[in-house]
């Protein structure tokens, strides 16, 4: 089995920084891209960056210049630093990974979520 478990959300206010970490573990042989989503209430759900395992990355438009995303490989783990906080990135983020696990399979796998609200 295969978990992804988030940390580091939180109330931050705006033009503030949060740095967000998922960590998967579990029967892991490798993991391809990783991903960061958003779902604001009322909203669809959102990709907010995403990062390959050789480290090629791709941003949303509204996050382009002050969200980074990038991940360690041999802790299979990946980070979402956040700056510059606008009202509008309030939302619960999910942490996404393509996972082949030691049984060959290739299965998408998402974390619980962790509440992000930007607000003074």
């Known amino acids: 089995q295969v978990q992804l478990v988030e940390s580091g959300g939180g109330l931050v206010q705006p033009g503030g920084s949060l740095r967000l970490s998922c960590a998967a573990s579990?029967?892991?042989?490798?993991?391809?891209?990783m991903d960061w989503y958003r779902q604001a209430p009322g909203k669809q759900r959102e990709l907010v960056a995403a990062?390959?395992?050789?480290?090629?990355?791709n941003y949303a438009d509204s996050v382009k210049g002050r969200f980074t995303i990038s991940r360690d490989n041999a802790k299979n783990t990946v980070f979402l630093q956040m700056n510059s906080m606008k009202p509008e990135d309030t939302a619960v983020y999910y942490c996404?990974?393509?996972?082949?696990?030691?049984?060959?399979?290739?299965?998408?796998?998402w974390g619980q979520g962790t509440q992000v609200t930007v607000s003074s």
């Open positions: 579990g029967s892991i042989f490798s993991i391809y891209t």
């Open positions: 996404h990974a393509n996972i082949v696990t030691n049984g060959g399979y290739e299965w998408s796998y």
């Open positions: 990062i390959t395992r050789g480290g090629s990355t």
